[in-house]
């Protein structure tokens, strides 16, 4: 099912979810999901992630995602490479060529590494790839000795900048932004801080307020039942618990430069897909109407320059 039809199936609707029936909007809208990732073990080649022990080694494709119970139906996603394999950027571009509910794929390169350049242009040749993924120990690395040649490339192709890590990541890529104030950067999971019911952390908070001061970096409210769901503590499902946390990065990032994110199937050990949606979507409801649009879609196609694929 094309997105197009899928969006004209809810409107008016009603839509089956975890929670029980929901009425469908009134006004269908696009939700992209930009945190997934998809893998098949049985490729001859196997899989470098997830290891076979995990309860995530299975084969993930589109429409497992697609049968996911819903809050809101997600109309399109941009899947993250997760392997360190080169030719797994291929798969992934192969994959989407076959399923047009995939509007982006984020790779995973190595800037600094022997043969980028003509590894970008490779991939970054197809409409699909709208750049990849880095540890923020890497940016600290490239930063460091000022080796920043391989980014001004990214730049060039007009391709964008995943990067991950822990909760010092906020004011790492603040500095890389400083460095290339034209780079499209995007802040995966909203720098992995511990959310507890405590206050967030201090140098989490200074350092998401540096990054929303650069107009260039996104931020990707996702995994966040995750990273309360630490240990053996159960990932609670109320939106207030998770309220502190969001207020920072909404607050520091605006409606304009927040992406609605789940990190499936790694988020599924935390809580279902359903409710882990319901969390973020009455959040951005209460921002308004704009905020929503805004959260679900439009800011990533600023961030990515995803591409609608539906005709």
């Known amino acids: 099912m094309r997105r197009r039809e899928f969006l004209g199936s809810v409107a008016g609707g009603v839509l089956v979810t975890g929670l029980g029936l929901k009425a469908a909007p009134e006004e269908a809208i696009e939700i992209i999901d930009c945190h997934t990732h998809f893998y ?3 490729r001859s080649e196997g899989v470098p992630w997830p290891p076979k022990e995990s309860s995530l080694y299975r084969t993930v494709l589109p ?10 139906p997600v109309t399109g996603t941009v899947v993250v490479e997760a392997s360190h394999r080169l030719e797994d950027n291929a798969w992934l571009l192969d994959l989407a060529k076959r399923d047009p509910f995939i509007v982006g794929v984020v790779g995973n390169l190595k800037p600094g590494g ?3 350049a003509a590894h970008l242009k490779r991939f970054g ?5 709208r750049g990849f993924r ?3 120990e890497l940016v600290k690395d490239l930063l460091k000795r000022k080796e920043l040649t391989d980014l001004k490339r990214v730049i060039d192709a007009d391709l964008s900048l995943d990067v991950n890590g822990g909760p010092e990541t906020p004011g790492v890529i603040a500095a890389l932004a400083g460095e290339l104030p034209e780079l499209r950067i995007v802040l995966n999971h909203i720098g992995n801080v511990h959310i507890t019911g405590e206050r967030p952390p201090v140098e989490w908070v200074e350092g998401i307020k540096s990054a929303g001061r650069a107009r ?3 931020c990707k409210i996702s995994a966040l039942m995750e990273s309360a769901a630490r240990g053996e503590v159960q990932a609670p499902a109320d939106l207030d618990f998770y309220r502190p946390y969001i207020d920072v990065v909404w607050n520091a990032f605006g409606d304009e430069r927040v992406i609605y994110g789940s990190d499936w199937p790694v988020s599924e050990r935390a809580g279902d897909y359903a409710e882990q949606q319901r969390i973020v979507m009455e959040y951005a409801s209460e921002r308004g109407e704009g905020a929503v649009r805004g959260f679900c879609a439009e800011n990533a196609l600023r961030a990515y320059k995803w591409i609608r694929r539906d005709s």
């Open 63 to 72: 429409e497992h995602l697609r049968a996911q119970k819903q809050y809101r």
């Open 40 to 42: 098949d073990p049985t």
């Open 134 to 136: 880095v540890s923020a």
């Open 216 to 218: 260039n970096i996104y």
């Open 125 to 129: 040749s197809n409409p699909v790839y």
């Open 114 to 116: 022997e043969g980028f």
